[in-house]
């Protein structure tokens, strides 16, 4: 495995076009360019997916504004082009995770703590269609971590939860069942032959202290990628910057990758897990060792139409055959004003850049 993704990585340094930069080592950092500006009444972008054939675009937004009568949130259906051809409502329930399997597009709808579906070529008004529920677990916190400390010490974290499913990340196997982490609980869920139940059953696939956080960013397991050839399942733990792995059969987690400042959402592609660490407002190629090979975009300021250049609060990414879309949640996270970018934003948008080892630059 280590030689095919030196070849791979080799391939990559070859082909990459002009938007790149490498370093000494062969690390490679790349530019993003603007692909889309959505809609005036779209809020926080959280999710994204593609469409494998048509390259359509699908947006899912986490709207959670006080009172909750003041939210808008949607599932946006673009064209390949990024314009806007048609939206489903969702009112005050905010989106997190969002998936093509099957011809339909599945999300997480956070609110509601229900994976939903859509179909593909939906259109306006479109009333999405429940899979599956997620309910509290008992117990609602997975227990408690040990940490060893240089001085041969150890801390003792006990985490608390009150039983809310903060259902997050989403991913499909070649098998068509779904995966669902939950932030909160510290599980990992799996729903089987999701693309064919109704209603569905969910499984808790695993529960460990490593899926939680008492970090500031308060979410932990996120974002989740499947590699089906190698049989492992990859997750992110966003509050503590970690990514981590597991048999996807079930089995212990260990730690894959340290210090991923708010890692999100998660992308398996061309032997490459892409991390969008929203902290770093930056999105990053790591090899199947953890180790950092690519690094895409920066915080620019925020444009004369209130939007973001460059990356701000990076939430998810999907592949479009040779580029990588980015969708900027630029999210306000602390109760101070004036302390953060994402509070100036009054527009939103999503970014792009080509990824190394692409046949051509992307438009």
Not at 2 to 18: E, H, K, Q, S, Y
Not at 149 to 168: C, K, L, T, V, W
Not at 181 to 204: H, K, L, M, W
Request: aromatic fraction near 6%.
């Amino acid at each position: 495995m280590r030689r095919i993704v030196g070849m791979t990585l080799a391939a990559m340094l070859a082909t990459t076009g002009g938007a790149v930069a490498r370093d000494g080592d062969g690390h490679m950092r790349m530019q993003t360019r603007l692909f889309a500006t959505l809609p005036a009444d779209f809020r926080h972008p959280e999710s994204l997916a593609t469409h494998p054939q048509t390259g359509a675009v699908y947006v899912g937004s986490f709207d959670s504004r006080e009172p909750a009568s003041e939210r808008n949130n949607q599932i946006l259906r673009l064209s390949a082009d990024g314009q806007a051809l048609a939206r489903a409502r969702l009112g005050p329930t905010p989106v997190t995770g969002l998936a093509f399997a099957d011809g339909a597009i599945y999300f997480l709808n956070f609110g509601a703590s229900k994976l939903q579906r859509l179909p593909a070529d939906f259109e306006d008004m479109a009333v999405p269609e429940d899979v599956a529920s997620f309910g509290p677990l008992s117990p609602p916190a997975p227990g408690e971590r040990l940490v060893s400390n240089p001085d041969g010490s150890q801390d003792r974290i006990a985490y608390g939860a009150a039983g809310f499913p903060a259902i997050n990340g989403l991913a499909f196997d070649k098998a068509g069942h779904a995966y669902v982490s939950d932030s909160f609980q510290g599980a990992i869920y799996r729903v089987e032959r999701a693309t064919n139940c109704v209603p569905c059953r969910v499984e808790v696939l695993t529960r460990d202290p490593l899926l939680v956080t008492t970090g500031s960013l308060p979410f932990g397991a996120n974002g989740i990628a499947i590699d089906d050839d190698e049989g492992i399942l990859y997750v992110n733990n966003a509050g503590d910057g970690r990514v981590l792995r597991m048999p996807l059969r079930g089995g212990p987690l260990e730690v894959l990758a340290e210090s991923v400042h708010g890692a999100d959402g998660l992308l398996l592609h061309e032997q490459l897990l892409w991390v969008a660490s929203n902290q770093a407002d930056a999105v990053v190629g790591l090899d199947k060792q953890g180790k950092e090979r690519v690094r895409a975009g920066h915080f620019g300021g925020i444009g004369p139409d209130g939007a973001p250049i460059g990356l701000l609060f990076p939430a998810a990414t999907a592949v479009q055959g040779d580029r990588m879309l980015v969708a900027n949640l630029a999210l306000p996270l602390t109760t101070r004003d004036g302390d953060e970018w994402e509070e100036e934003v009054t527009r939103w948008n999503l970014m792009q850049f080509d990824i190394p080892g692409g046949t051509s630059p992307s438009p």
